[in-house]
């Protein structure tokens, strides 16, 4: 049966990645390949669906890495992101700013509490926040940035474990 993972912030071909993310690779190569590597240790089936939460690659010819990671793949807008739309549809199923599903709303960069009031959505699962001290506190938000994931997607079913216990976690420190 087919998984449904996330992960944000791949930073493919991104030579500085490694100075403010908990990356240790050698070389921007290393870290390319590497977090291929990653990806496909936990996405075996290719119909295992992964929601990359933006920030994917910086240059054309890391984007192309994407034809090696397992899965369908699925993004989510991230501002590095800025290639044209048919461009990622060559490696990804469908684009998305924002997606509401599995009972979150999914962003790259995580989305206003006011705004997320508004639109009645309990919980949002985004990326963009490289330092894990830095991660939203509050029994809403949780950061799927590879960075704060130990740079393996994460399943569904743990995620929402991981969003439970964050919840309990905030309700007794508050």
Same mark, same amino acid.
């Not at 979150?104 to 206003?112: A, D, E, G, K």
């Given at each position: 049966?087919?998984? /449904?993972?996330? $992960?944000?912030?791949?930073? &493919?071909g991104? !030579? ?9 690779? %050698? ?29 994917? @690659?910086?240059?054309? +010819? ?6 090696? @990671? ?5 993004? $989510? ?9 048919p /461009? #990622?549809?060559? #490696? ?6 924002? +997606? %509401?599903? #599995? ?7 995580? $989305?206003?509490?006011?705004? &997320? /009031? ?6 949002? /699962?985004?990326?963009h ?9 509050g029994?809403?938000?949780?950061n @799927? ?10 399943? &569904?079913?743990?995620?929402?474990? %991981?969003i439970?216990?964050?919840? !309990?976690?905030? #309700?007794?420190?508050v």
């Amino acid at each position: 049966m087919a998984s /449904v993972y996330f $992960i944000g912030d791949l930073h &493919l071909g991104h !030579r500085n990645i490694m100075s403010f993310g908990q990356r240790d690779f %050698k070389t921007i190569e290393d870290h390319d390949e590497g977090m291929i590597e990653l990806w496909n240790s936990k996405i075996k089936s290719k119909r295992d669906l992964v929601w990359v939460l933006g920030d994917v @690659a910086m240059s054309m +010819e890391s984007l192309k890495l994407l034809d090696k @990671a397992n899965g369908q793949k699925r993004l $989510i807008m991230g501002n590095h992101d800025r290639f044209d739309i048919p /461009v #990622y549809l060559k #490696y990804f199923e469908d684009i998305r700013a924002f +997606e %509401k599903r #599995y009972g979150f709303v999914m962003s790259h960069i995580p $989305i206003h509490p006011n705004e &997320l /009031v508004y639109r009645s959505w309990n919980f949002n /699962v985004h990326g963009h926040i490289h330092d894990p001290s830095k991660n939203l506190r509050g029994d809403k938000y949780f950061n @799927a940035n590879a960075d704060s994931i130990g740079l393996i997607p994460v399943e &569904l079913d743990e995620l929402r474990t %991981k969003i439970e216990i964050a919840k !309990r976690v905030w #309700y007794e420190t508050v």
